[in-house]
């Protein structure tokens, strides 16, 4: 019996995509089609990573988020997995309980992070074997220590969706206020330098890239605290490592096993600097 996440896109075309959705958005699928395959025994089919898009480079983001290359081969790969994928029926995990053969085919992105906090670490232990090591080297040489990760979401962002960016400015400067010289900022955007330059001319402010989606991620969750977007992004950096997180606000459910090392803002700036104090 075989499992196949089926990322995100336009078109799967099983040896590669065109027009998929962002890395975390399909971190959900290839999480879930693992613990799949682990609870019934089954073989999992190694996930289409590759993508084709062109939105990007309109945008002209630094991250063009087509992931060759990133990620070492999980279960079933090369022309074994297109005989596979081309020539088995698909069919219901039900169906695959019941003994039918064929092959179940995981997609969507299920209950967010809800489905994969009770497995936490099977999960931590998955997606960090799955990076490659030559990836996420610019990371390993970074230090972390009192670095606060900032994610800003605007690239394919609507407006709506998008954070203004005065609610990064009170927090950082509310951090800045009561912890001077402390902490430093590091700012993960798929934005515009224009866009947040009153952010990037804080005290202690400086935009990085580690070279590509992995490593930013990463990156952002190795940081003492992050400052979020209501992203999956945002979710998957402070899930991988546990890490203490604040949101503008959010789409999904919560991510960490401790919720009270998570915090959505509702506009409240006592709770804001009580959970500000909590953590730092």
Not at 152 to 176: F, K, P
Request: aromatic share 14%.
């Amino acid at each position: 019996m075989f499992v196949y996440p089926k990322l995100p896109a336009k078109y799967d075309f099983r040896f590669i995509r065109y027009r998929g959705s962002g890395l975390a958005n399909c971190l959900f699928v290839v999480a879930r089609a693992h613990l799949i395959s682990q609870k019934y025994g089954w073989i999992l089919v190694n996930p289409t990573w590759g993508n084709l898009t062109f939105g990007t480079y309109l945008r002209n983001e630094k991250d063009k988020r087509h992931y060759f290359g990133l990620f070492r081969k999980t279960g079933i790969s090369g022309l074994r997995k297109l005989v596979i994928l081309f020539k088995l029926n698909e069919i219901t995990i039900e169906s695959a309980i019941e003994g039918q053969k064929g092959i179940v085919i995981i997609e969507g992105l299920g209950n967010y992070f809800e489905d994969l906090l009770l497995d936490y670490e099977d999960i931590h232990a998955f997606i960090t074997s799955i990076f490659r090591k030559d990836a996420i080297i610019k990371v390993e040489r970074t230090d972390f220590i009192n670095i606060i990760g900032i994610h800003i979401r605007l690239g394919d962002y609507i407006t709506e969706r998008r954070t203004a960016l005065d609610w990064y400015l009170t927090v950082v400067n509310e951090i800045i206020a009561n912890h001077p010289g402390e902490y430093r900022f590091f700012v993960f955007s798929d934005g515009y330098d224009s866009e947040i330059n009153q952010l990037l001319a804080l005290p202690g402010v400086v935009r990085v890239f580690f070279g590509n989606a992995i490593s930013d991620i990463i990156g952002l969750s190795r940081c003492r605290l992050i400052l979020g977007s209501d992203s999956t992004f945002s979710g998957w950096a402070a899930f991988i490592n546990q890490t203490p997180i604040i949101f503008p606000k959010r789409h999904f459910g919560r991510v960490l096993l401790n919720q009270k090392y998570e915090y959505v803002d509702n506009g409240d700036s006592s709770k804001l600097k009580l959970f500000l104090n909590q953590v730092l």
